[in-house]
């Protein structure tokens, strides 16, 4: 009886075997049992309910948030301004990116910054004062040679607020305060050149000048490892070959846009007023580490912030690199 039952069962078994192996209903039932491959990533995504309004909604945020690129120009009164790059939103990227998200997720904006045709490098050799007034960024810049008393305050005042300055530091000092230079870097801030001996600069020989300069620029290179980029002539003083001597040396020479004069030690509330009332989009803020710029440095970042301007480097605020939106990721 046992023997009679699994012959039956093989029976079976081949008979199934056979069918499946021919080209019947059987077979085409089994290849329908197969795995599917992967989809492509960019194969067609089922559009949701309301995927025309969608469309609509990104190709309006699309209109809003474009914007063509500024060249970088020469200005008969600030001289080299730097350009600032357009910004282009992909629609379809846009649309498709946002169709694969959750309800209620917003919009996921997909963009492109385009350059302009003419950099700051185009430009050649002319003075800097501030950056593109297109460009919602302030930058302080705080130049060295004495005042080290204040600097740490003014380093933890920097950290609490979370901004980032640009440093121009006098040679000579840094050959002395080589350990304060390093903690100045080690905080996230800029350090550039402000020559060596803090001279006058339009009253030096071509050799002298070059001198003060590049005698900075290697030693900020040895003592802290920075590939110099900015110039700041000390008190301002400068003529057409200190910046030709500086561009030949891979240099900009900046000057700034607003000055604290805070080394005539005015009230503080003084220079926190002028900056509120003054500062504006690719303004460059002058100052030096004195009990009045110390006092003043905190009042100075919120009268900034509160204006809806960001604060950066030097170089962040000269860059063409376009500060984007809170809803363009």
Known sequence: MKTDKAALVLACIAIVIGIGSTDGPV????????????????AAIPEKKGSKDLRAQVEQKAAELNAPPVDATVDRVWKAIPGYNGLEVDVEATYRSTLLQGPGEGLKLVYRQKQPKVSLNDLGAYPIYRGNPAKPMVAFMINVAWGNEYIKPMLDILDEE?????????????????ELAAEMQKRGHEMENHAYTHPNMSTLSRARATAEIQKTQLLLKESLGVTNQWFAPPSGDFDQETVEIAAALGLKTVLWTLDTVDWRNPAPDSIIAKISAKAEPGTLVLMHPTASSSKALKGMIRAVKAKGLKLGTVSETLSAERLLPSDVE
Request: hydrophobic letters at 45%; charged letters at 25%.
């Open 162 to 178: 979370q901004v980032k300055v640009t440093f121009f530091l006098d040679g000579s000092w840094l050959s002395k305060n080589k």
């Open 27 to 42: 077979k085409e039932m089994l290849a329908q049992l197969k795995p599917q491959d992967a989809l492509a990533v960019n």
